[in-house]
């Protein structure tokens, strides 16, 4: 099965945002840069996931996005499921294919039942089991951010205690 690229970008969406620092926010554009994909997809792609409820986005100066609770917890299966909702995996199940062997097919019933069978094999996973500081660190990086675990240097390091 292939997923769509929509999904496919949801989920490097899913892995870079929950890789970030807690409390980071990452703009659209280096989110766009950091998961290799168009601006505008990406776009398209965080407004369905905010719509979800997945991700939190602002506008303005201090606006970003971020994952949230519900987007950490989200099972992957349940996620593809909504996001692949109404693709075609063959010609056939699109609204202007057809098929002369049509009538009766058995076919698409075990094609959606391999189908389903691969969104339940995914239902257990959640996106935070897939989060990874080693494979997001040097995205992070990339994008000009400071990857998970490193102290932000905006902020004053403590002073050293005096002997």
Known sequence: ???TAFSDIALRVLLLTGGAPEGER???????EGVGAPYHHVTKTVGRLSGLGLLASSRGRTGGVSITPAGLDAGVG???RELEAGSAMVACEAPDGHCPLDHA???RRALADAREAFYRALDDVQVRDLVSERQVGPVLLSIG?????EPDSRRTAPAAPIP
């Open 1 to 3: 099965m292939r997923l």
């Open 26 to 32: 990452l703009t659209t554009r280096a989110i766009a």
């Open 78 to 80: 349940t996620l593809l």
């Open 105 to 107: 097919c058995r076919l």
């Open 145 to 149: 951010m400071r990857p998970p675990g």
